[in-house]
């Protein structure tokens, strides 16, 4: 299973990257190069191997199952690196090539990232949707640049009123005592 990456910024070498390299194609490498894989980071064997979706719920916080279809953005949520603010998606379209084991909602429902073994997850909308880039839909108390990132939760305007679960850039610092 893999992850397709639209924002560049999540794109990493890893030292698999590195050894098939090495072993496939007699590259010299150099692992002090490789980078760590945050996608499916610390979870084990039962990341790859186990079911995405079991009984309705996602099995790794890296999926989601409140699915919308293609072009419908509501339930915004947290792309997987915590950098960018995306939406967990389907084609919109049922299928009857996924097979039962991968039909976890029933209905044929298909995700768009074709290697995601139909596993669906919060993918970013395009590189715009960066919460260090300047062009995502500020909603007046977010937090766009550099020192910025993606966080899960019920912001409201209204104080006393939780507002819906969505996904929120704001910003961030890191105080070394």
């Not at 949520?77 to 379209?93: D, E, F, M, P, R």
């Not at 970013?124 to 993606?150: L, R």
Request: glycine share 10%; proline share 2%; hydrophobic share 35%.
């Amino acid at each position: 299973m893999t992850i397709d990456v639209l924002n560049q910024d999540d794109v990493r070498i890893s030292n698999i990257t590195l050894a098939f390299f090495e072993g496939v194609a007699s590259y010299a490498v150099n692992y002090s190069y490789g980078e760590p894989l945050q996608w499916g980071y610390k979870k084990g064997c039962n990341f790859l191997s186990d079911k995405c979706i079991l009984a309705g719920a996602a099995q790794f916080e890296e999926f989601c199952v409140n699915h919308n279809a293609l072009g419908n953005n509501s339930g915004w949520a947290c792309s997987a690196n915590k950098l960018s603010v995306g939406a967990c998606q389907s084609t919109g379209a049922a299928s009857t090539s996924i097979g039962s084991y991968a039909d976890y909602f029933g209905t044929g429902t298909t995700a768009i990232d074709s290697y995601s073994a139909n596993c669906l997850y919060a993918r970013p909308q395009d590189a715009g949707y960066s919460c260090a880039s300047s062009t995502w839909q500020n909603n007046g108390f977010e937090n766009i640049g550099t020192q910025s990132a993606c966080f899960q939760g019920t912001l409201s305007q209204t104080v006393g009123t939780p507002g819906a679960s969505s996904a929120y850039c704001l910003s961030y610092s890191v105080r070394i005592q």
